[in-house]
């Protein structure tokens, strides 16, 4: 984050204080809610859109319809309004990364981790339809992960309620980012909810392989991709994609909306059966995804930004075209049909007793899957891949079983050859934020799988792997699951002390583990702290704090005031001893006018300041000496600091 150079204060209320990100409508900044004392994202509209009132519209329709959404997965939105001309939503500050920043520079996520973080997006959208709203802007920049791994859908930019009939966006034109665009909403066509679940399969699709599956020189050509090209298959680009992933992917990307998962929950559905090792829905249905007629990859369009793109009015590969005037040909076809019906009916009856129930064969050997479907009369091909499954297992099989065939047809069963695997040295994730230990992990072609432990011990924070199993060094093939350990989620663990420290050193230190370091700051004096650094914190060091707690710095101004005590009569050693303690330093000179004692030793005639007065800390007190032989000049004790 940038600190920005003109903190400004909206509303009277919230203090801008970090420049966060911008998008393609606004601008995102850190801020302090100073009515709440907390702190809050601000998303500001660019001062040039705040006169257009079509965009004022379209950001005050964000706000609504986010407002109106509450979920684990969604970032709600607190408040929104307009400060001199400038417009503004104010949301929870999620502390972490996004999505987007995970991935650059073509990083991929294991298949479990992108399961598990596409899930809870699926779970987020599901509940925004069910409430009328569809996101329209799924990508990765609109998902962010918390530091404990939770995550949090945001911008809900173009979203509009289903019902709504207008369009804020120009006449041949459609707002969005064209890498993830629906090819109803690149054709300009109404969008449902189904066009979020193939922009997610957009998204798990660059997770695993590392890139979207169509790439161009401009929205234009990435757009017509979206509505002409088949999708590459992922096996172009990774070979360990597992292939009940692949077919999610691949369910979720059809082309046509009624081919798709019909819903993001089923979409979500089918990722949790994934993460939990059952079938999948999508891996048992005939889908022919797969294109041989892969794009060409060409350049990246440059960014990732919502923006205004020209509707795509190519054909649609997935739709026939419907006729005109088609009564004349629906008479003559229902006339050939009521024809030939009576002779259908009594051949379909008399091969009857010739169809028989596919019976399934999934899951068990091919050895015996074949020979179970030649005794039923069908004759067996089979092809070999690469898969998770155990080696000479069927996985799949077409037609689906429970299909009625003809004894002497053709099935096809795909068996595992099991995992592909090569030699590979377990990494060292110990202190690693999860989402770097994941990117890691998949570097390495290492599966992953995440335990939480409520058990903290000081120096442990959210979000940061504690343990790992197998350890660093261990040599294993790649494939291999290893487990990550860390605290749960809400967990509270102990404060770690930031005394003697700057405060920006404290303030670093605190955000290091999880904590936010309060805008307000304390004073008290100190003997034992120099002028300006950490005494101590509110809470104390060692107080039991969660994820995201305020932490307030007590620093210090300087030596405290100190009671100087009477050393009248005493002799040196005295008198050095007493105002030691409290911190003082004597020093000592010659009374010139009282004389000892004779055979007594020098005591003390005169002190300034006087007994019972105050002094600074380490400051000096001057001392007389009655006159003897021996005079002492200076002190010989010096306070310890």
């Known amino acids: 984050m940038e600190p920005v150079d003109d903190p400004r204060l909206y509303s009277n209320r919230y203090q801008v204080t970090h420049l966060i990100a911008r998008g393609g409508m606004a601008m995102v900044y850190r801020a302090q809610d100073t009515l709440l004392n907390r702190a809050v994202a601000l998303k500001i509209l660019y001062p040039e859109l705040s006169e257009d009132p079509l965009f004022v519209e379209r950001f005050r329709r964000e706000a609504q319809a986010a407002a109106n959404l509450s979920h684990p997965n969604i970032v709600p939105v607190f408040d929104w ?5 400038t417009y503004f939503i104010v949301m929870e500050l999620i502390e972490g990364t996004s999505l987007a920043d995970m991935l650059r520079g073509s990083a991929t996520i294991s298949a479990s981790r992108s399961a598990q973080i596409v899930a809870q997006v699926a779970a987020a959208l599901g509940y925004a339809h069910r409430s009328g709203v569809v996101h329209r802007d ?52 109404a969008v449902d909810g189904r ?62 909306p009624e081919n798709r998962y019909q819903s993001a929950d089923e979409l979500r559905a089918d990722l949790i059966r994934f993460s939990e090792g059952q079938p999948v829905e999508a891996a048992q249905r005939d889908t022919a995804f797969f294109g041989a007629d892969a794009t060409r990859a060409v ?71 074949t020979q179970e479907l ?35 047809s053709s099935v096809k069963l795909t068996v595992s050859l099991g995992v592909k695997t090569s030699p590979v040295t377990v990494p060292d994730l110990v202190g690693m934020s999860l989402a770097n230990a994941e990117n890691q992990l998949g570097k390495y072609h290492l599966g992953n799988n995440v335990t ?45 002390s930031v005394d003697g420290l700057s405060q920006v050193a404290a303030g670093a230190k605190l955000q290091q583990q999880g904590l936010l370091p309060s805008p307000t700051v304390g004073q008290t004096c100190s003997n034992t702290v120099a002028h300006g650094l950490v005494v101590s914190t509110v809470p104390v060091a060692g107080a039991l704090v969660s994820a995201n707690t305020t932490v307030k710095l007590i620093v210090s101004s300087g030596y ?82």
Do not use: W
């Not at 309004?81 to 001309?85: P, T």
């Not at 859908?153 to 009939?165: K, L, N, R, Y």
């Not at 005031?561 to 009248?568: E, N, T, W």
């Open 81 to 85: 309004g307009e400060d001199r001309g």
């Open 138 to 189: 799924v990508k990765p920049g609109n998902i962010l992960i918390t530091r404990d791994g939770q995550v949090k859908v945001t911008d809900f930019g173009i979203a509009q309620a289903v019902s709504s009939e207008d369009h804020l966006a120009e006449a041949g034109s459609v707002m969005g980012t064209a890498t993830y665009f629906s090819p109803e909403q690149a054709s300009g066509a």
């Open 195 to 256: 066009s979020d679940v193939y922009a997610l399969g957009v998204v798990l699709y660059e997770m695993l392989v590392g890139r979207p599956p169509f790439i161009g020189d401009t929205p234009v050509d990435v757009s017509s991709q979206h509505v002409n090209a088949a999708v590459p298959s992922m096996g172009q680009f990774s070979e360990s994609v597992p292939k009940d992933l692949e077919a999610i992917v691949m369910e979720a990307l059809s082309k046509s």
């Open 299 to 369: 350049a990246a369009v440059p960014g990732e930004r919502t923006r205004s793109v020209p509707i795509m009015s190519g054909p649609r590969t997935d739709i026939r075209r419907r006729r005109r005037n088609p009564i004349g040909p629906i008479i003559l076809v229902l006339i050939v049909l009521l024809a030939a019906g009576g002779g259908a009916y009594a051949y379909v009856q008399s091969n009857k007793t010739h169809n028989v129930s596919l019976p399934s064969v999934v899951g068990q050997t091919v050895l015996s899957a």
């Open 374 to 408: 030649t005794n039923e009369g069908f004759v067996v091909n089979t092809s070999q891949v690469n898969s998770k499954e155990a080696k000479n297992t069927v996985i799949a099989m077409s037609p689906k079983a429970g299909k009625s065939l003809a004894k002497g």
């Open 452 to 496: 939480y432990t409520s058990n903290a011990q000081p120096g442990q924070i959210p979000g940061v792997v504690l343990s790992q199993s197998p350890v660093a060094g261990t040599k294993t093939q790649t494939g291999t699951t290893v487990t990550l350990v860390l605290l749960a989620p809400n967990t509270q663990y102990p404060l770690t």
């Open 560 to 641: 405290c005031q100190v009671v100087v005590p009477s050393v009248i009569n005493d002799t040196v050693a005295e008198a050095s001893a007493a105002l030691s303690a409290q911190g003082l330093e004597p020093q000592y000179s010659t009374d010139p006018v009282i004389v000892c004692d004779p055979g007594a030793p020098q005591t003390v005639t005169t002190e300034t300041p006087a007994g019972g007065s105050s002094a600074t800390y380490g400051s000096t007190v001057d001392l007389a000496l009655c006159q003897n032989d021996t005079v002492p000049t200076t002190s010989q004790t010096t306070p310890t600091t």
